[in-house]
């Protein structure tokens, strides 16, 4: 058997799939399911819901069982992260949330590539935190590259050595290649000709039959064809971990990586001074030296606080990683530095922490107050996490560590459902403490997720919220019917409307 085709270059390029056309057939089924799956979403503005907790497992699916057709069996790790990838998409039907919804969708994207990442190699633990972005960068230049290298190689070996059951297969596979555009075309045409074979169409197919939309959502399914067939070829050709192997020379010497950490502590050193005058000296302090009330002072520099964790986080992680100290007594004068930029890390982050409690006192809880909140909570978990990985010589275990905690962090949200605590936590302040509440906010910018605290604490509010209630119900409903079909349906929405 021929192990592969030469490639204009003279080199033989080996076959990944000897069965190319049992796989292309896989990837064309799918890509076109999914494609009906979004269609709505994609070219009609109807949000996303059922059609994307669908797609998601159809494509989680797709590389659980790829063994099947690829004869290339998937690793625990990566059929787990496809498992995964059915939870997520599973939120998208139950939370309304239009920032939930986006977390969830990147998180389905981010977990597919893992599969194909970890496809061969399966060891999620041996990556560290910056090999998550490289990995993620290689897989989406491999995606888009193995496809080219799939029809090159891997689908002329499987012309020239056909096996019975792709023999009398192969014929059906060309004409439906082939027939994929004029079908597209002439639907197209024939719906704009006739109205009425245009309702029977898109009654049938659940698409809207546009010639300019037909013909957009082939290209789509073409790309989602083309993006899954390059996953796989990737995940089953290669050991991932082999393309992250860094070059001894991009080391970085000791002695720079503790004169970076030692200017930093001191800056935050003398940062967190005044910080203790604040936790510790009381609003009177703040206004004596700053001319600010409490809440200006919060809001003056909540945002830039949780910036700079974040920021400092990712320095401490990227030095590490750039030096890689081991051992020797410089390597524990920057393991010492590390660990006090750490800790000074966290008394900033604390000091955040107060800030968005001063805030939310007076003005309130919103989404943007919640997220951050949300965010912060992360980042102390990763610092954390840090002394007790990194500073301690557990390198490794670190990037396995704040991916899981990742995930955590965005099932967890699904979970406590962040618009109908932002509701819940307005309304106790005004129930509670007489302060001012902002109905316009909490019906006009919050998501149904939402309504059912706000219906069940109408009778404690102002009167204006039934009316408030009673338009939101109204625009669910709208919304439901402007969706017009189950692919969008969202429990959430589903119970504002009924």
Excluded: C
Excluded at 60 to 80: E, Q, Y
Excluded at 211 to 228: E, H, K, S
Excluded at 289 to 305: C, I, K, M, V
Aim: aromatic share 10%.
């Amino acid at each position: 058997m021929t192990a592969g085709i030469e490639s204009l270059e003279g080199r033989p390029q080996p076959v990944v799939f000897q069965r190319a056309g049992r796989v292309w057939l896989a990837a064309g089924v799918v890509s076109a399911l999914v494609e009906v799956l979004l269609h709505n979403s994609l070219f009609n503005g109807a949000p996303l819901g059922l059609g994307f907790t669908i797609a998601a497992t159809v494509i989680a699916g797709l590389f659980i069982v790829s063994a099947s057709f690829t004869d290339h069996p998937p690793s625990i790790a990566s059929r787990l992260l496809a498992g995964l990838m059915v939870l997520f998409g599973l939120f998208v039907t139950f939370r309304a949330s239009p920032v939930l919804a986006t977390l969830n969708v990147l998180t389905v994207v981010a977990l597919l590539f893992g599969a194909a990442f970890l496809y061969s190699s399966g060891r999620l633990w041996d990556l560290r935190i910056m090999d998550y972005p490289r990995a993620g960068l290689v897989t989406t230049v491999q995606a888009l590259a193995q496809t080219g290298e799939f029809f090159r190689v891997d689908v002329p070996h499987a012309g020239l050595m056909p096996t019975g059951g792709w023999a009398r297969a192969k014929p059906y596979v060309r004409g439906i290649a082939i027939a994929v555009v004029p079908l597209a075309l002439f639907l197209g045409l024939f719906a704009s000709a006739d109205p009425v074979f245009a309702a029977f169409a898109e009654d049938v197919v659940g698409v809207d039959l546009d010639l300019g939309q037909v013909m957009w959502a082939v290209v789509v399914a073409v790309a989602i064809g083309w993006m899954l067939i390059g996953l796989l070829r990737y995940g089953s050709s290669s050991n991932g971990l082999t393309a992250l192997v860094r070059p001894d020379t991009l080391r970085l010497g000791a002695t720079e990586t503790a004169t970076v950490l030692g200017l930093l502590n001191a800056l935050f050193a003398l940062f967190v001074l005044v910080q203790f005058a604040y936790l510790f000296g009381g609003s009177d302090v703040v206004e004596q030296t700053g001319g600010l009330t409490r809440s200006e002072y919060a809001r003056e520099g909540f945002f830039q606080l949780v910036v700079v964790a974040a920021f400092v986080l990712g320095l401490v992680l990227f030095l590490d990683w750039w030096a890689h100290p081991e051992g020797t007594p410089a390597a524990r004068l920057v393991n010492g530095l590390q660990g006090a930029l750490v800790v000074l890390t966290g008394v900033v982050l604390v000091s955040a922490v107060r800030r968005m409690d001063l805030y939310v006192d007076q003005f309130g809880l919103t989404e943007l107050r919640f997220y951050a909140f949300a965010i912060m909570l992360w980042i102390g978990f990763l610092l954390l996490w840090t002394v007790l990985t990194v500073l301690l010589g557990h390198r490794a275990v670190f990037g396995t560590g704040a991916f899981l905690s990742a995930l955590v962090l965005v099932a967890a949200l699904n979970v406590v459902n962040p618009d109908a605590t932002i509701a819940r936590t307005n309304i106790d302040r005004f129930v509670r403490h007489g302060a001012e509440i902002d109905l316009a906010y909490l019906t006009n910018q919050l998501s149904t997720d939402a309504f059912a605290v706000l219906e069940a604490n109408a009778a404690r509010l102002p009167a204006g919220l039934l009316q408030e209630l009673e338009q939101l119900q109204h625009a669910s409903q709208a919304e439901r019917a402007q969706a017009h079909d189950w692919r969008s349906y969202n429990l959430s929405r589903s119970r504002a409307g009924d």
